[in-house]
């Protein structure tokens, strides 16, 4: 099992800048990749960004020269930086991870979920 918490959502003006992060803890040694979903009320869950073991890196379109998506492995964390925010990124942001490394069980995990408001 692995636990996930989220953290550094909050309300900022447009133009602003936060950071998210996101603790894990419990079977680390499974996780494979860790990312970054949001939720607009209205909206389905969309992937946002996600980082891989080995480093590759997706992000959303819509976030490219924005957001930066990063892991600290010796803290088990991983961070989502968010630039230049818009309000149209305002959602509930959800860590996620995937649990896929060898000898262990596939599964996948979500955490709470963070508010992040971006005001005009």
């Known amino acids: 099992q692995v636990q996930l918490v989220e953290s550094g959502g909050g309300l900022v003006q447009a133009g602003g800048s936060l950071r998210l992060s996101c603790a894990a803890s419990g079977d680390t040694i499974c996780i494979s990749v860790m990312g970054w979903y949001r939720q607009a009320p209205g909206k389905e869950r969309e992937l946002v960004a996600s980082m891989t073991n080995g480093g590759s890196i997706y992000y959303k379109d819509s976030v490219k020269g924005r957001f930066t998506v990063s892991r600290d492995n010796s803290r088990n964390t991983a961070y989502l930086q968010m630039n230049n925010l818009k309000p149209e990124d305002t959602a509930i942001y959800y860590c996620?991870?995937?649990?896929?490394?060898?000898?262990?069980?596939?599964?996948?995990?979500w955490g709470q979920g963070t508010q992040v408001t971006v005001a005009t």
């Open positions: 996620n991870a995937d649990s896929a490394a060898s000898s262990c069980p596939l599964s996948n995990y």
